[in-house]
């Protein structure tokens, strides 16, 4: 079954606004999770990444949480720019040799 | 020069038809991966490997074969496409640990 489940699958917002992007997995062992952007006619590329001894990191514009008990993240984008306009993949982990489990994808729409 | 470098970047072929798909890969890691994306389907693992010697089947390898030449350099091949096989693809590499993957920029595969 699904082991990464990711919402929304589409998000729009105005320039400068936030976004919110939530990710829940099962395997309570999960000890990393990387986020990707995804560009038109690009490969996802690696934006962020946490590991399960913290709770939060942040990186200029984008910060990821992490709640293991509720075994949840989110990636927020804050202060949103056109150029931010791209598909959002989470991961997570799916037993050993760094193999993931990959979300469906949001699509996140940024309006100038 | 791109880190992972996929080849060809897009492919038209016919049903039965063999085609292979080349990634090399410029950053010095042992592990690399195939993965295979489909609308609102996220990514999905082909197969993966550590070394030359070694050889994983992902959760959907059927249809398809892989060959590891080098330690920079892994094949995958359709041996006879078949229109549901359609998608585009991607190879990917990671030093391992806790670390994320370096993406290529993707084949898209058509097949009629």
């Known amino acids: 079954g699904e082991n990464v489940e990711q919402h929304p699958s589409t998000l729009s917002v105005q320039e400068g606004d936030s976004a919110v992007i939530k990710c829940t997995y099962s395997?309570?062992?999960?000890?990393?999770f990387p986020w990707y952007k995804q560009e038109l006619g690009k490969g996802p590329q690696l934006i962020i990444d946490i590991r399960s001894n913290v709770g939060e990191k942040k990186d200029q514009r984008i910060a990821v949480t992490l709640n293991k008990t509720a075994k949840h993240f989110s990636l927020h984008i804050t202060e949103t720019q056109p150029e931010d306009s791209a598909v959002y993949f989470c991961?997570?982990?799916?037993?050993?040799?760094?193999?993931?489990?990959f979300g469906s994808g949001t699509k996140l729409n940024v309006k100038p | 020069d791109a880190d992972v470098t996929q080849t060809p970047r897009n492919r038209i072929t016919k049903t039965g038809k063999r085609i292979m798909l080349e990634c090399s890969q410029t950053?010095?890691?042992?592990?690399m991966y195939w993965y295979r994306q489909d609308p609102g389907l996220g990514l999905r693992l082909i197969y993966y490997?550590?070394?030359?010697?070694?050889?994983n089947k992902g959760e959907i390898s059927d249809g398809y074969s892989v060959s590891r030449q080098a330690q920079a350099k892994f094949s995958l091949s359709l041996e006879s496409a078949i229109p549901n096989q359609t998608a585009l693809y991607f190879c990917a590499t990671t030093p391992g640990g806790n670390y994320g993957y370096t993406f290529g920029s993707g084949t898209r595969l058509t097949v009629v």
């Open positions: 395997d309570s062992a999960s000890n990393y």
């Open positions: 490997s550590f070394d030359v010697k070694d050889i």
């Open positions: 991961a997570a982990p799916r037993g050993n040799f760094n193999k993931f489990y």
């Open positions: 950053k010095g890691h042992d592990r």
